[in-house]
């Protein structure tokens, strides 16, 4: 027979166990674990049970009702714990996720436009402002729209496999832009004002040449257009571009889909037109390609060339980019080294 008082020791002692034992923990976990070993059906408490046959039967209510109280005080001794561990744990996270608003932050750069496409924008803008939409072509192109129908021959040097990518015997990457203008003219009626900008592609590298680059092509198509009107309006584009003091002035050129054809020069606008490194001495810097569309041309889509005349201008985007931002090397625009992109930032 086990004697009550001897068993109510050791109730006594598990209980200062537990306070000796707690009073040392750092977390709630361990506070869990150390609750289990007292409080599972095979913990040190549920165990006492164990004693219950060993005790006279008058005296097993007694010790039943101690092992309950011992349980019960555990038990909300543990939760409590288990309570102020928490606490104190989230105010520890709450300490290592302080955040200092008084502390500078650091400053984000913002990007900005390529420059080609600030440029490209900027063309865009100037041109709807004359009235012209914008018509985006294909970058690959079949024979006929990029050569035959612009009036280039079949023995053209252009269409040597030196300049030209080519994807098939059939198709190609187009050259230029102006194989937009023989879509626009196949589907619509004049009047016509259409700007088509886009990548070009031409099997050259150089400084100042790129297998790939952007053209805007302008096209034109009304009763009684002249090259006088084609000045005009790359009068107000150069002015605008590159400062109101610029002037134009049309050179003799070739092009097979223009006759007559002009290279378009702009005054210099780093010395004024005085001479000067930049324009070679000269004066004046060569700017673009345009002229009075081919009459063969226009036949070739459809348009009477007795009623009908039409201006065309194609500019190289990058090229004026380069005069403008006075980037002597191409590949400088197509390098994205941030040094050269952060100093060009037009809005
Ligand atoms: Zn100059």
Same mark, same amino acid.
């Given at each position: 027979m086990a004697n009550l008082e001897e068993l109510r020791g050791k109730i006594a002692a598990i209980r200062e166990e537990i306070r000796k034992e707690t009073a040392n923990l750092q977390d709630s976990k361990a506070v869990y674990e150390l609750k289990k070993s007292f409080l +599972?059906?095979?913990?040190r408490i549920g165990q006492l049970m164990r004693y219950m046959k060993d005790v006279d039967p008058s005296q097993r209510a007694e010790f039943g009702k101690n092992v309950n109280a011992l349980k019960d005080w555990a038990l909300e001794h543990f939760n409590s714990m288990d309570e102020e561990m928490r606490r104190r744990e989230v105010q520890a996270q709450y300490e290592r996720e302080?955040? +200092?608003?008084t502390m500078p932050s650091h400053r984000r750069t913002a990007g900005n436009l390529h420059p080609v496409t600030q440029v490209r924008n900027q063309l865009i803008d100037i041109f709807s402002g004359m009235g012209f939409e914008i018509f985006e072509g294909t970058e690959v192109e079949n024979d006929y729209y990029n050569f035959t129908a612009l009036n280039?021959?079949? +023995?053209?040097?252009?269409?040597d496999m030196q300049d030209t990518f080519y994807l098939s015997p059939d198709f190609v990457?187009?050259?230029?832009?102006?194989?937009a203008q023989i879509h626009v003219m196949e589907n619509e009626k004049p009047p016509i004002k259409i700007l088509s900008p886009g990548k070009v592609f031409r099997s050259d590298d150089d400084a100042t040449h790129s297998p790939m680059f952007s053209q805007m092509e302008g096209l034109v198509v009304d009763k009684g257009i002249t090259l006088g009107d084609l000045q005009g309006m790359l009068d107000v584009f150069v002015k605008k571009v590159f400062g109101d003091e610029t002037r134009t002035r049309l050179r003799p050129s070739f092009f097979p889909?223009?006759?007559?054809s002009v290279e378009v020069d702009v005054s210099c606008f780093e010395c004024g037109g005085k001479g000067c490194n930049f324009c070679k001495h000269t004066g004046w810097i060569e700017i673009l390609g345009a002229g009075i569309v081919n009459r063969k041309v226009l036949e070739n889509c459809g348009v009477d060339p007795d009623v009908y005349s039409g201006l065309a201008f194609g500019i190289g985007i990058e090229r004026v980019a380069m005069l403008k931002y006075g980037?002597?090397?191409?590949?400088q625009l197509f390098e994205s080294d941030l040094r050269v992109l952060e100093q060009i930032n037009d809005k």
């Open positions: +599972d059906k095979s913990g302080k955040i +200092d608003i280039t021959p079949k +023995d053209h040097p252009a269409r990457l187009r050259t230029q832009t102006s194989a889909f223009t006759e007559p980037i002597n090397n191409i590949k």
